[in-house]
């Protein structure tokens, strides 16, 4: 082991990064922190937390002597664990080797010490995964590995399994219940979202630790709560009989076995714990961190931003980030008391940008109380200046405003810059391209939700998709159309549907709901105009014969037609007259989703996904259920895109993303849409701007409040404060991402001084005032007089 | 004002061995479909046999170890009929109690036998496996199912493209077993014992050696799986080595499972080799074997091998030492460095299909979901044209 007080002098010589800008004050004092008393670190934006975070555990290893495997560290999503691998191994390689060259004098077994650390063995990767893999080591002897199951098939097995023999298709009861957590307050129009609300409400139950029996007594809808607590066991049944778990139930089972000490050996192990993105941790990940620390006695480090918290409505309690001293002590009054270090200097953002974003997370006092306290410093830009103002595009209507946006980025990426104030913005002359911009949205959907048979309004994202497609740029926004209707996937499962039921003869006998019969007869005339074009290759034959070689359950090779044909391959054949999804690495994310579904759909649907033939009625049934398990729900958009299987995203697309994904990230501009979508005061998208009450999500949380522990203290905050605060944070991710331009982008009636539309992203507080006007005298002026923007 | 280029993410690419490394090398265009894009399999039949097979020899381990006292060899087998309850009053040990175990966990993950006959003949070479190779195999295992990682170097130069992501890489393993051996502990008349001295005369003090089951046949000399499979060992001993408190590994061990209870297309293979001289393994001649396999036709019952045989057919034993470990972890080095650079062409170009070659073998082109829209399938001779997929 070295000192410590040679730690971080080693980091700065052995690490390169770190020869110029050595860890500030801040940094030093979490890294240096002692061991035995739990740290909460609150990191600002920017503020280098994963570099707090890796040097921290590397100097567990070098300065305290423990081993990498004794260290675990969680954060929160599959590509942050990725990079905190990387740092931490190539940094823990640097250190290392930097010793092994210099090794302290007089100590001869220092280098037997050295060689013993494997810096691959710290304990790194999602709560989830790190449970997976520690529940399938220490499981006991006979005892099944368990499966992971994903949300379609974990919905699917919810439905048939426990929702259907409880009736809940047909439950008034459970409707009227349920009407309390859709967005409009009326019973969920459809066998669908009453699947995903209760979907919710299964996983709130695990997620909050609901008292089931006090959920159950309540005085409001008895019937309604009695069907679900059976549906909830039903399901839990038949997931433990085939060792399967969805995300919350791996959780739970993970604490269960925490607390029997059936994980002994791991915990044996453990001597420390590093939390990343703590606040946006539920009361059951809470509790397992806590039983943790109080079954291993490690040293416990927690970093997060209140002001960050973006997943409430995955059981994610900002407060328990807040009160964390509090909780932890109370909790476990033996151990030593939690102290609390801030980070606040940025280095991602000019000062303008953080400026701005500052005055953005201060601006409604109704918000101050919800954040932790006492209260963060105001963060520090540590960057110079570029002298490039927060910027505004605001434009009459979306068509304008999409017009008008793509020839900015054109003119920055494609031409010789845009001028702003006497600066030129353009892209990096060593290979910057639109990969180096990105837009961010609430949501980045290309089309607005569809009414009967109107066509649905084409968004921002598809405008500008259009237009840049005109100048020769594609876009990269895998989540901004359903799966369902990217034409390509149109045609691949139009065709394979007419392959196993030709005109729909067997769909026609299925009670499907309207919105899967819609699209999945749209697939099919995709499908039947995509065969009438003959594509290539159309020998030995074309593709409408091998549809009609399907149909007819005929043979095109001559053989007979086997028993069983698996619906995947008959896909992977299809595929072959459509070259995207051979070739194109947007594409491959597209064909993964589907490849995804039926695969899956293998593990619950009757069938096994597969066609059969000659097996008497088994035949017909079994393309009604590959149409009703596997289908339908791509068709009712269940099934959701992984473009995290990209390596990379091609760096000549233009990149869009919801505020959510974008957490953690960084661009050098980041475009806001903060209003494309609103031109009048409609009371449809308020809960997206301005809320008048609690969504649903608040309802639930308060729904459930009484019967788990967490209640009081999420209803410190009303219900309506709640949604106020969500959205506040929500925007301060998306503020905070960019490095050196950060436009704001939308409809100019937002910015109109006398402006019915109420928004918090552009300065609205919860109280009804707005920072962006001042009071003026006589008649008010068309555009409001204090907007903090540089409008362009 | 210019604006900086979007950095990078830092990653230190992870790579499993059998499930990058070796599919990569069976074919890297397959493998930029089924690992790069997790396009699952549409018959994941092989997964199932090799996942039963390494299962039941886990399950078997595992009650082996933990019971008291320890059921003795051999154990029955009783598989549950499909579609029925388990036979009532069947023993923890019987090899049916512990596949249904298996079978439950590959049913739930979407992997089922082709066929009865399939899940049949699973259940036979795996209650082999378990009662011809258990009783010397688990008295020696110090670890099963281990988890090994190492970080090694992606070879610089003219194998990795100017966008490489990199210059590390984390090498990922599960060893089956580790078994940590003392020649005078482990009975004399041990096969694996023995093996491992006729192939490493000499050996002396303590040291480990690793076993690794195959879900297949031995494979010819002239294969390349000969080859690839010494590599896996070799690299999993340099994974091993970087663990604290690890021994000396002096050996590796393949397990050919597939040879304790031989098919016919097994034993077609066998006798090509045996004629061209491509199998380290034969029947000396004039023994019953050597007459059984020699006299055998296609159309002719499977012989009734000898266990000695059969084992020494199963058991291969590769010694391993610095020099043999460094050769192969260079080997798969080099696989890395020629994966990253398709992954860096791709990404410049944002493409597929140019960048990654297919290589497969005749068996791997004829099952792979891809062939029907392959640019150049084996033989890889450059002539192929694309043609529509027969139904169905």
């Known amino acids: 082991m070295i000192p410590l007080t040679d730690f971080l002098p080693l980091v700065c010589a052995a690490i390169p990064r770190f020869q110029a800008h050595a860890p500030n004050p801040q940094q030093q004092r979490c890294i240096q922190h002692d061991p035995t008393t739990p740290l909460m670190i609150v990191a600002g934006p920017g503020s280098g937390k994963t570099t707090v975070l890796v040097l921290r555990a590397l100097r567990l290893v070098f300065v305290e002597g423990w081993m990498p495997e004794q260290v675990l560290m969680t954060t929160f999503t599959r590509k942050a664990a990725d990079e905190l691998r990387a740092r931490l191994i190539e940094w823990g390689l640097l250190l290392k080797a930097h010793l092994a060259a210099n090794p302290p004098s007089g100590s001869a077994s220092f280098n037997n010490w050295l060689d013993s650390i494997d810096i691959n063995r710290f304990v790194t990767g999602t709560l989830d995964s790190i449970c997976e893999e520690l529940l399938t080591t220490f499981r006991n002897p006979n005892e099944p590995v368990p499966v992971l199951v994903e949300g379609f098939v974990g919905n699917g097995i919810l439905a048939q399994r426990a929702l259907f023999p409880n009736q809940a298709h047909n439950d008034q009861n459970l409707a009227a219940y349920l009407a309390t957590f859709t967005r409009d307050g009326s ?152 102290q609390r270090e801030d980070l606040t200097e940025n280095y991602r953002s000019t000062p303008e940008i953080v400026e701005f974003f500052n005055n953005f997370i201060t601006n409604d006092q109704g918000f101050q109380p919800a954040r932790v306290a006492p209260p963060k410093p105001t963060i520090v830009a540590n960057r110079q200046s570029n002298g490039v103002p927060v910027l505004g595009l605001f434009r009459p209507n979306a068509t304008a405003l999409a017009d008008d946006l793509t020839e900015f980025l054109i003119d920055v990426f494609r031409r010789g810059g845009r001028i702003v104030d006497g600066h030129t913005i353009v892209a990096n002359p060593n290979g910057g391209d639109f990969g180096d911009s990105v837009l961010l949205a609430h949501t980045v959907n290309e089309f607005a939700a569809q009414f009967g048979a109107t066509p649905p309004r084409e968004r921002l994202p598809k405008l500008l998709r259009d237009r840049l497609a005109a100048h020769g740029v594609d876009v990269f926004n895998p989540r901004g159309r359903f799966l369902r209707d990217i034409p390509q996937v149109q045609q691949l499962l139009g065709v394979l549907l007419e392959c196993i039921d030709q005109q729909g003869q067997l769909q026609g006998q299925l009670r499907l709901r309207n919105e899967a019969v819609r699209h999945l007869n749209a697939w099919r005339q995709a499908g039947l105009a995509f065969i009438a074009t003959n594509p290539s290759p159309s020998h030995p034959h074309t593709l409408a014969t091998f549809a009609q070689s399907w149909q007819q359950r005929r043979s095109q090779t001559g053989a007979e037609w086997p028993n069983e044909w698996p619906l995947l391959e008959l896909c992977f054949k299809i595929i072959s007259w459509l070259p995207f999804f051979q070739d194109d690495p947007e594409g491959q994310v597209y064909l993964e989703a589907i490849a995804r579904c039926v695969a899956q759909g293998a593990t619950f649907s009757v069938y096994r996904s597969t066609i059969l033939r000659g097996q008497g009625v088994h035949d017909d049934n079994s393309v009604k259920r590959a149409i009703q398990d596997i289908l339908a729900p791509i068709a009712e958009s269940a099934i959701e895109v992984d473009e995290e299987i990209m390596p990379h995203v091609p760096r000549n697309r233009f990149p869009m993303m919801t505020i959510h994904q974008s957490k953690g990230l960084e661009f050098p501009l980041v475009i806001v849409d903060v209003s494309s979508d609103y031109s009048m005061n409609h009371p449809r998208n308020r809960f997206r701007r301005f809320p008048e009450a609690p969504s649903s999500v608040q309802n639930m949380e308060d729904d459930f409040a009484p019967h788990c522990a967490i209640g009081p203290l999420r209803q410190t905050r009303t219900g309506l404060q709640r949604s106020f605060d969500d959205l506040i944070r929500l925007y301060y991710v998306a503020y905070s ?56 | 004002m210019a604006l900086s280029r979007k950095r990078e993410n830092e990653i230190v690419p992870q790579y499993s061995l059998t499930g990058d490394l070796l599919s990569f090398l069976r074919c890297s265009l397959q493998y930029r479909y089924h690992n790069g894009s997790a396009l699952p399999p549409s018959r994941p039949v092989q997964l199932w046999f090799g996942e039963f097979i390494h299962g039941v020899m886990e399950g078997a381990f595992r009650l082996w170890s933990t019971s008291q006292p320890q059921p003795p060899f051999p154990w029955p087998c009783t598989p549950t009929t499909p579609r029925q309850d388990p036979p009532p009053g069947r023993l923890p040990h019987d090899i049916g109690t512990i596949g249904d175990v298996v079978e439950g966990t590959l049913r739930a993950q979407g992997k089922n036998p082709r066929s009865y006959d399939t899940r049949d003949n699973a259940y036979v070479r795996a209650t082999r496996a378990v009662n011809e190779l258990g009783p010397h195999l688990f008295p020696l295992i110090a670890a099963a199912e281990e988890k090994v990682i190492g970080t090694r170097a992606i070879p610089q130069g003219g194998s990795q493209g100017p966008g490489a992501r990199s210059t590390l890489y984390e090498l990922h393993g599960i060893i089956d077993v580790v078994t940590d051996v003392q020649l005078s502990g482990a009975a004399t008349n041990n096969v694996i014992r023995q093996a491992i001295q006729n192939a490493c005369p000499g050996l002396t003090g303590q040291y480990e050696v690793i076993v690794d089951y195959k879900g297949s046949r031995r494979p010819g000399t002239n294969e390349p799986y000969w080859a690839q499979g010494e590599w896996q060992v070799q690299t999993y001993a340099w994974l091993r080595t970087r663990q604290p408190q690890s021994l000396p590994v002096v050996a590796g061990v393949l397990l050919y499972v597939n040879e304790l209870a031989p098919v016919s297309s097994d034993l077609v293979s066998l006798r090509r080799e045996w004629a061209n001289g491509n199998t380290d393994v034969v029947p000396a001649n004039g023994t019953p074997d050597a007459y059984a396999l020699s006299t055998w036709r296609p159309s002719n019952a499977i012989p009734n091998f000898s266990l000695e045989f059969r084992l020494a057919r199963a058991i ?56 029907h829209f392959c640019r150049d399938p084996h033989p890889h001779n450059g002539q192929h044209v694309v043609e529509a997929p027969a139904a169905p």
Not at chain 1, 767 to 792: C, E, H, K, Q
């Open chain 1, 187 to 338: 019973p969920p129009p459809n066998f669908g979202e009453t699947v995903e609300i209760c979907r919710t409400i299964l996983d709130r139950f695990v997620h909050d630790m609901v008292d089931i029996a006090s959920f159950q007594s309540a005085g409001n809808h008895p019937q309604a709560r009695s069907l679900l607590v059976a549906a909830a066991n039903a399901y839990r049944q038949y997931m433990a009989d085939g060792s399967r778990m969805d995300f919350a139930l791996l959780e739970e089972t993970f604490l269960e076995r925490l607390r029997q000490g059936s994980l002994q050996r791991f915990t044996d192990n453990v001597r420390a714990v590093l939390v990343d993105e703590y606040q946006d941790t539920n009361p059951l990940q809470e509790a397992i961190y806590l039983t943790l620390a109080d079954r291993t006695g490690a040293s416990l480090t927690i970093v997060g931003d209140d002001d960050q918290s973006l997943y409430r409505f995955r059981g994610a309690t900002v407060e328990l980030f807040n009160d964390f001293p509090t909780r932890f002590s109370t909790e476990l009054p033996h151990l030593a008391t939690p």
């Open chain 1, 737 to 792: 991402r960019p490095e050196s331009v950060l436009l704001l982008v939308g409809q100019d009636k937002c910015l109109q001084h006398r402006t019915p539309i109420k928004h918090v992203a552009t300065g609205w507080t919860s109280d009804g005032t707005w920072a962006w006007i001042t009071p003026v005298v006589g008649r008010s002026p068309g555009l409001a007089n204090n907007i903090p923007l540089r409008l362009i």
């Open chain 2, 316 to 371: 291969r034993v590769i010694p391993i030492d610095a020099t043999s470990q460094a050769n192969a972890t260079m080997q798969f080095d080099n696989v890395v460095a020629n994966i990253e650079q398709c992954v860096s062409t791709e990404a410049v170009a944002g493409a597929i299909n140019p960048h990654w070659t297919p290589c497969g073998d005749e068996e791997t082109c004829a099952a792979c979901d891809f062939r």
